[in-house]
């Protein structure tokens, strides 16, 4: 099968105008199944309405240590050729990996950890690898915590790249729920500018709905696109006074991102040229069906892209 069948139609000065989608869309198969990062028990079978569904190109996913359903995925991906990502980020931020940790043990246990996961994930092909920075730290020990950070990828960055692999360090909120170190996209570049010095495969992701929590929106883009490696679509989310990183579906309470949103990020992805891939980032919440927000996702890209086109056409 060739890549994703989304077409958007308009009209424009009279003219029906059918168009696809320019960019590969993906899905993280974590976030619309989360019970697959509890158990890799009948993994494959669980993956594999994403792996069969034609929306989808690219399917990111934590690390699968079981070798056998591994081998499902890739037998069962066969007739469907979908690529896969490696996501580290769950794990780094739920069990507490620092790769920015000022103790050069912790920084050293947790570059470790990561390039353990990036060599299974290169021997069986993956080509890229989604991770984000440790905690935030403020006052006195931020510059030492940024230098180890930087430290840090390029020891990840100089392992991926034996194996042809892309790493992309994604950007988090700094003071509202996640809390990273790596936080908004100028303060990141010069991170990842640092890092470019030793290893040229590492690049930002920039998350849709990260921006209300870091008071960011698409435009900021356009001042850094060789550093754009991947991006990422879905909500913030308002409860009360609170911002939070729990990645709601599209028009579900305090939902922050609507496909106005999502139009003008892909407005800005065409003006700096942009050849990356689009992932879903899209949870279910309490008693929600993820068929539901994954059906509604796709209805908001499509809406999207038709506003889209609009603008450019």
């Not at 697959?36 to 990111?60: G, N, V």
């Not at 021997?123 to 030492?144: D, I, T």
């Amino acid at each position: 099968m060739g890549r994703n069948m989304l077409y958007g139609y308009v009209i424009k000065d009279g003219h029906e105008i059918v168009a696809k989608f320019p960019w590969d869309v993906g899905i993280v198969a974590f976030m619309i199944f989360p019970d697959l990062m509890q158990s890799t028990r009948d993994f494959s079978e669980r993956l594999k309405p994403l792996i069969t569904d034609p929306f989808f190109d690219l399917i990111e996913m934590t690390p699968i240590a079981d070798d056998l359903e591994w081998n499902k995925v890739v037998e069962l991906n066969k007739s469907y050729r979908k690529k896969f990502a490696l996501a580290l980020q769950p794990l780094i931020i739920n069990k507490g990996i620092n790769i920015n940790a000022v103790d050069e043990q912790e920084r050293r246990r947790a570059v470790e950890f990561v390039i353990s996961e990036i060599r299974r994930a290169g021997m069986r092909g993956l080509k890229a690898v989604g991770l984000c920075s440790g905690p935030n730290v403020e006052g006195p020990n931020k510059e030492a915590a940024t230098e180890a950070l930087i430290k840090s990828l390029v020891e990840i960055s100089s392992e991926a790249s034996k194996y042809d692999m892309k790493v992309f360090l994604e950007t988090f909120d700094t003071a509202w729920d996640r809390k990273r170190l790596a936080g908004l996209l100028p303060d990141t570049v010069r991170i990842v500018e640092r890092v470019r010095d030793s290893a040229k495969n590492i690049y930002i992701m920039w998350d849709l709905s990260h921006a209300p929590l870091l008071n960011e929106d698409p435009s900021v883009l356009r001042s850094y696109p060789e550093f754009v490696g991947h991006i990422h679509i879905g909500c913030g989310k308002r409860v009360g006074d609170k911002l939070l990183d729990t990645h709601p579906g599209f028009y579900r309470p305090g939902a922050l991102n609507t496909e106005v949103d999502v139009a003008k990020l892909l407005g800005v992805l065409h003006d700096i040229g942009y050849r990356g891939s689009i992932s879903f980032e899209i949870r279910p919440e309490q008693d929600q069906n993820p068929f539901e927000v994954l059906n509604s996702g796709k209805g908001v890209l499509l809406r999207a892209f038709q506003l889209y086109l609009d603008m450019i056409l």
